[in-house]
Each structure stands twice: as C-alpha cells, then as structure tokens.
C-alpha cells in the first residue's frame, strides 16, 4: 500500500486553520461547495457531503488533538459516482479498502504548516488522492490568506 503526504505552508493562525479544517461552514468554500461533516469527537463518524445530501467519503475519527492533529478513516466507496452515476473516474474506486487521513498542524513563523499524510492507499487512490489534496490545500490556502477560494471544481 502507499501514502501521500503534502506539505502546505499557510499565512494564518492556529486557530484560523482548525476552524477552516473543521467547520461545515467553511468548508463549502474550499471543497467546491461540500462539506465535512462530524461531532469531532473520536469514534463519530465524517463525511464529505454534496449539496443534495449525497456523499463523497465517509470515515470515523481517530484522534481529534485540538489546534494540532486530526485523523480520520477514509471510504470512498460510498461515493453515489463509485456506482454507477456519471463517472468512470469514480467507478474505479469502488472496491478501494478503507484508508486513512492524518492532519497535523505546526507553526512555522508566523504562519501555519499543514501536513497531510493519506495512508493505506492503493496505486488508483493515490493518483486521485494527490491530485485531490493539492486542490483542496490549495484552494484553503488562498481563502485564508486572501478571503477567495480557488475556482470551484470537482475533485
């Protein structure tokens, strides 16, 4: 199995970056309008979920370390575009074992840096989750240092 892990440097506080990491409001704006949902307390359950209720991933919290670690399980099978719903891209993944997403964050200056380790991958899901990770850190980073996310798309 493989892992992913991305390094992003983010003009912010601690606490601004937990928030963004774990708020069902704020999360719309750099996951292309879902969000995460969970009681954030270890054992319950996270979801990324669309608009019309439908989700992307769903897992159970691991760890929940305030301002410092979160860490989660991570199914993609779940997804409706696994079964069938207008994706190749997706479909693929339907049989993808149950990985893991770990995030830590570190001050570094006066900044923040997150780290986001993907383990437990397979070579199909670490191409996606890859690509997935840089948009989403991507797309925080510039709407906590500028207020705007990056362009919506689907990851």
Do not use: C
């Amino acid at each position: 199995m493989k892992s992913f892990t991305s390094n992003i440097i983010i003009k912010t506080t601690a606490t601004k970056l937990w928030e963004a990491l774990t708020s069902k409001e704020l999360s719309p704006q750099y996951w292309s309008d879902r969000e995460i949902r969970s009681e954030w307390v270890v054992g319950s359950q996270v979801s990324l979920v669309q608009k019309d209720g439908k989700v992307n991933w769903q897992g159970n919290v691991l760890s929940f370390e305030p301002f410092t670690s979160l860490s989660f399980t991570f199914d993609v099978s779940v997804d409706p575009r696994v079964h069938g719903i207008n994706s190749e891209h997706a479909r693929f993944l339907a049989d993808e074992p149950i990985s893991k997403v770990t995030f830590n964050l570190k001050p570094f200056g006066g900044a923040m840096m997150l780290t986001i380790i993907h383990e437990d991958l397979s070579d199909a899901l670490e191409a996606v989750a890859s690509m997935s990770w840089v948009y989403v850190t991507s797309s925080l980073k510039s709407l906590l240092e500028t207020g705007e996310p990056l362009a919506k798309v689907v990851v």
